[in-house]
């Protein structure tokens, strides 16, 4: 279960850090400012997966992710 855990927990905190290396790409700033917006993506990472941790729960989070939708079954009902 450990393994499942620290899973999440990356792909939480990775969402931040691949958004701010997308918009180093669109921007292309100078190299001061590149390590500043990765260094802040890193820290909203860290930061937003511990609170998902905290508050909701990583497993749970991820599963109303991926899990099956309520609007579908009414859809078909």
């Not at 958004?19 to 590149?34: F, H, N, Y």
């Not at 609170?51 to 991926?66: M, P």
């Amino acid at each position: 279960m450990w393994f499942v855990n620290i899973f999440f927990w990356l792909q939480a905190f990775a969402a931040p850090v691949i958004l701010s290396g997308l918009l180093i790409l669109a921007v292309q700033p100078s190299e001061g400012i590149i390590r500043l917006i990765l260094v802040a993506g890193a820290v909203l990472g860290i930061v937003l997966a511990e609170y998902i941790r905290r508050k909701i729960g990583l497993s749970v989070f991820f599963g109303r992710i991926y899990g099956p939708n309520e609007m579908d079954n009414k859809k078909k009902s």
